[in-house]
């Protein structure tokens, strides 16, 4: 039957982003997007509790048992590290494995325009990376981490994640990471003593509930650089979600707030290459300009599109010009602009304006 060890291997030597382990089908693994099974018969019950058990401590075991689920990082030997969920679903044991890329990319080679460089030396605020799960929210922030910590020798990073995804060395900077529930048991209090550690740069896994988002606006706010990520896609939908989170008695305060301790939102997706196989990133980023800050304050942030498609020279670049461009260099199809673009019927007369370009340029 299947190991562990085996379906490990062929996750990390097919270059797979993830490995499913559910009853009644065999396993599965996620390459450039799409599911393929692997050769061979389906998994019992037995199968994935005993596949399960093989790399789950007890604690993790008992937290499946008592709430139906654990998260925890996972170390495949020198080869690969992986964050694991494992669940229970129609009384089984289930199991899914994220592979986390081990070697840390340039913002050249993730598409990152320079734009975004010059966020990693503000002397504070908030900077925000979102998009769906999956989009690589996790390897921007941490290429991003890898630069303040090579560049910046008078800067130390605290990470707060859950689990602990890359780990960082210290190389220039000093870097304290902490997993909440392991070493910490939550982001909000991990993020209320980190203020108390001494920090320069401070890097949330995750805005997940009310009293994070708080503290890390207050730490943006007292003097420090924080990175953190949403599962939002877009800015202006990324401030209403912050701000929605408050009560209607804050909201007012917290736009105010936001206004001035944001400096950036990078939304990012993840697209399967038209050219080879493999997945490219597109980008919208927003940064915080008097303009965008006063849409913030007097709750406009329906118009921010709007700024940053006029925004290039402060650095933005709006989502649809992204895609375009990327299909224009032959990396994406026609559908994915149409289906991602904010604003599909303008991305179509753009597409026929690139396509006409093309058939004079091959026609000479």
């Known amino acids: 039957m299947y190991s562990m060890s085996d379906l490990l291997q062929l996750t990390v030597s097919e270059g797979a982003s ?27 019950a037995e199968d994935t509790e005993e596949l399960s058990r093989s790399i789950t401590s007890e604690d993790h075991i008992q937290a499946v048992r008592e709430q ?24 089984n044991f289930g199991m899914v494995l994220r592979q986390i890329p081990s070697k840390l990319l340039t913002m050249e080679q993730i598409g990152l325009p320079a734009s975004v460089r010059e966020l990693l030396y503000k002397p504070r605020g908030l900077v925000l990376v979102t998009g769906p799960t999956g989009s690589g929210k996790s390897t921007t922030l941490a290429s991003m981490i890898d630069i303040i910590n090579i560049e910046r020798d008078e800067a130390h990073i605290i990470t707060v994640e859950d689990p602990i995804e890359y780990y960082h060395h210290h190389k220039q900077a000093v870097v304290t990471q902490r997993e909440v529930h392991v070493d910490v048991p939550s982001f909000a209090e991990a993020l209320r003593r980190a203020l108390r550690q001494d920090p320069d740069i401070i890097l949330v896994g995750e805005l997940r509930d009310l009293e994070t988002m708080e503290a890390a606006i207050t730490a943006a706010e007292t003097g420090h650089l924080v990175f953190g990520t949403l599962h939002t896609t877009g800015a202006a939908k990324t401030i209403d979600r912050i701000v929605n989170a408050f009560p209607v008695t804050q909201q007012e305060q917290i736009r105010i707030q936001l206004s001035t301790v944001l400096q950036a939102v990078i939304s990012q997706l993840l697209l399967p290459r038209s050219d080879k196989p493999g997945r490219v990133a597109v980008f919208e980023i927003m940064i915080n300009t008097p303009s965008i800050g006063a849409l913030i304050r007097d709750n406009k942030t329906f118009r921010i599109g709007s700024d940053i498609q006029t925004g290039a020279k402060y650095g933005m670049l709006a989502l649809d010009a992204s895609l375009l461009e990327k299909y224009d260099q032959g990396l994406i199809s026609q559908e994915e602009v149409i289906t991602k673009a904010q604003d599909p019927s303008t991305a179509m007369l753009k597409l026929q304006e690139i396509d006409a370009i093309r058939a004079m340029k091959s026609a000479q």
């Open 18 to 44: 993830d490995l499913h382990l559910r009853v009644g089908i065999p396993p599965v693994i996620r390459v450039h997007g799409r599911l393929h099974r692997v050769e061979g018969p389906p998994l019992a």
């Open 68 to 91: 139906g689920g654990s998260d925890f990082g996972f170390a495949f030997g020198e080869m690969a590290r992986f964050r694991v969920s494992v669940f229970k679903e129609r009384g």
